[in-house]
């Protein structure tokens, strides 16, 4: 949804066709495959100036310090994230992480902790915090903080339209 979002503000995204949208993600999922490898290879960052990424919280510490990034941070609900992953994971007939939901939880939180911390740190990088369920209950204030954030105050009426609540179906 924040893709959407900030699409819908005029910043393009850098995105590929790797992974077409289906019956769990409707309106598309807005990756670039390269970016999934930024560990072992950031080359496609030359491509990226101007656009917005969409970028595993995992991957944050392997982007080269030679740049300047605005991150978007999106917090869900683990419980619900969680539940779409297994959703996600059946339809698609892939087995997933075989471990107990609470594992997972703790895993998740943990790696975002850790990436908050580290972002803290980082003189290069400039955060805000976004709350799904706030983005959903109040697209045009979440829609105005982002707009600000990323230096498209005048925007902020687009991208809070562009918040389809009929996909938030995993809630907890």
């Known amino acids: 949804m924040m893709m959407r979002m900030i699409v819908a503000g005029g910043i393009p995204a850098l995105a590929d066709d790797h992974r077409a949208p289906d019956q ?3 309106l598309g999922y807005y990756e670039f ?26 991957l944050l ?6 740049h ?12 619900e ?21 609470a594992t997972l939880k703790n895993l998740f939180a943990a790696q975002m902790e850790t990436t908050r911390k580290w972002l803290e740190q980082q003189p290069n990088f ?8 706030r983005v959903i209950s109040d697209p045009i204030g979440e829609a105005t903080r982002v707009a600000n954030f990323l230096g ?8 809070a339209a562009a918040v389809d609540q ?3 179906r995993n809630r907890r």
């Open 24 to 26: 769990d993600n409707p």
């Open 33 to 58: 495959a390269a970016a999934k490898a930024t560990q072992s290879d950031s080359t496609w960052l030359a491509l990226a100036k101007g656009k917005v990424v969409k970028l595993v919280h995992v």
């Open 61 to 66: 510490p392997s982007l080269p310090k030679t």
């Open 68 to 79: 300047s990034y605005r991150v978007v941070m999106l917090h869900r609900n683990l419980d």
């Open 81 to 101: 994230v969680v539940a779409s992953q297994h959703k996600m994971l059946i339809r698609s007939g892939r087995e997933g992480a075989q471990l107990p939901d």
């Open 126 to 133: 400039q955060r805000l915090d976004v709350h799904y369920d």
């Open 152 to 159: 498209i105050a005048d925007a902020a009426p687009q991208m």
């Open 166 to 168: 009929s996909l938030y």
